[in-house]
């Protein structure tokens, strides 16, 4: 406290100022600090919360591991209850946050809770250490004490987002490359003779070692068949949960062709050479970027090098006879 006194007092001259800024930063720490310790000691010690938390989670802990909880297991409760008390649960199935986790391989049905609780804690335990940090610098001022602040600030709020929006891009990417496959096998396993359900149930126990994050979505939609939901609801479930055009197309046509009566083969032989088609189109498309993009290493790396093995000497001799004169 002396140390941030100090500096504040060094660089403001005002005396009365230099209070009000420094009361004013105790007094904001200080709640801060409150407020996190109180929600972290409710979440902590209220074991009917806790009891509640677990039955609400269907019980897996108690099941999987007798007494007692696995070791993240406190740690997951108390990140729920506090996501619990800044987000509400209606509409929450279906608003764009659940969606994102969802698309991302978050499906608890607690993901929300627990990822806004992270975005909100992340950024008051990366404010504490930067606070922390700062009387550790030699060189410390106000201006870049409150950028240090206010990039902690920023980083813990983000970080989370970027965090999540990589992973679901990345696991859109593994199942687009392995959508073709998966629609291969399924035009062969529906033309064979198979229904659309055994042949979905088919094609996930074959690529439940190559593309395991494939088969699951394809598991999960035998599994809503089984439960008595229908194909076009079970199909437009899989859409959503993997928020690639690819299969929203793909579900669209099947719909249709269930609704209409339609050979189920015709229709995925139809959607496979067209996906094909996509795919070289796509593929040509990249090929024509690449022109243009070897514009700026070219300009930036390559040129510049050139320019000085050309031009370079003439400019030399330039210099040495003006030089001369």
């Known amino acids: 406290m002396d140390y941030l006194y100090g500096l504040v007092r060094s660089l403001v001259a005002d ?46 802990h108690g099941a999987e591991h007798g007494v007692g909880e696995p ?20 509409g929450e199935q279906h608003s764009g946050t659940r969606a994102l ?24 335990l990366l404010l504490v250490a930067t606070l922390l940090a700062l009387p550790l610098m030699t060189s410390a001022s106000l201006t870049p004490g409150l950028l240090a602040v206010a990039l902690a600030l920023g980083l813990g709020w983000l970080a989370p987002a970027m965090f999540v929006e990589r992973r679901r891009n990345a696991r859109q990417m593994r199942l687009r490359a392995a959508f073709p496959d998966a629609l291969d096998l399924m035009v062969v396993c529906v033309e064979s003779g198979l229904a659309l359900p055994q042949a979905i149930e088919r094609v996930a126990e074959e690529m439940a070692v190559s593309q395991v994050e494939l088969a699951e979505e394809l598991a999960t939609v035998n599994a809503e068949l089984r439960a008595g ?4 609801v079970a199909l437009g479930h899989l859409a959503e949960r993997t928020g690639l055009e690819d299969i929203r197309g793909l579900v669209s046509l099947l719909a249709q062709s269930i609704r209409f009566g339609t050979s189920v ?16 189109q796509a593929a040509e498309e990249q090929a024509a970027k690449i022109g243009t993009k070897l514009v700026f290493p070219l300009i930036f790396c390559l040129w510049p090098s050139f ?11 330039v210099l040495k006879a003006f030089g001369g004169l």
Not at 229 to 232: K, V
Not at 307 to 317: K, N, R, S, W
């Open 15 to 60: 005396e009365q100022l230099v209070r009000l800024i420094f009361l004013a930063a105790v007094a904001l720490s200080v709640v801060l600090a409150a407020t996190t310790t109180t929600v972290l000691v409710m979440g902590l010690h209220d074991p009917m919360r806790r009891r509640l938390a677990l039955i609400k989670r269907g019980g897996q």
């Open 71 to 90: 070791p993240l297991g406190g740690l997951q409760l108390l990140l729920e209850q506090v996501g619990q008390r800044f987000v509400g649960r209606e």
């Open 101 to 124: 986790l969802s698309q991302a391989g978050y499906r608890s049905a607690a993901a929300v809770q627990m990822y806004w609780a992270i975005r909100l804690l992340l950024p008051l």
């Open 229 to 232: 939901i229908s194909s076009a």
């Open 265 to 280: 083969a015709d229709t995925l032989r139809v959607y496979a050479d067209e996906f094909r088609d996509r795919r070289t």
């Open 307 to 317: 320019f000085l093995v050309a031009i370079g000497p003439a400019m030399i001799g």
